[in-house]
């Protein structure tokens, strides 16, 4: 059963640029920490949710997911939570939440 990490994310208007460079790294630390299909996608038509970005990851099971969890934040996670939370960063607003596959 997969488990699914979603983020969706505001970014502020004109550091579109920065959000991407600052995304890449964050991303490159989940997959060097175990994560596994990481994504970043963008709304183009949903109304009001339009021009949010959504970020992903995968893990196999809740064992896997602990163990990226533990390791982002063992490898220099918690600064990259606190850059994205800062006063000058490029994100305005974000929300995680986190999915599980439901076998069917």
């Known amino acids: 059963m997969a488990i699914m990490s ?3 994310i ?3 208007p004109g550091r579109y640029e920065e959000f991407v460079k600052q995304s890449a790294e964050a991303e490159a630390l989940l ?7 990481p994504r970043l996608i963008v709304a183009l038509a949903a109304g009001e949710a339009s021009g949010a970005f959504v970020s992903t990851w995968e893990a196999d099971d809740f064992t896997s ?8 934040f063992a490898s220099g996670g918690e600064a990259v939570m606190a850059a994205s939370g800062a006063a000058d960063s490029p994100i305005a607003s974000w929300q995680s ?3 599980v596959d439901i076998p069917h």
């Open 31 to 37: 997959v060097k920490c175990g994560a596994k299909n």
């Open 6 to 8: 979603v983020t969706v």
């Open 97 to 99: 939440s986190t999915y």
């Open 65 to 72: 997911f602990g163990k990226v969890t533990d390791a982002f």
């Open 10 to 12: 505001t970014v502020k």
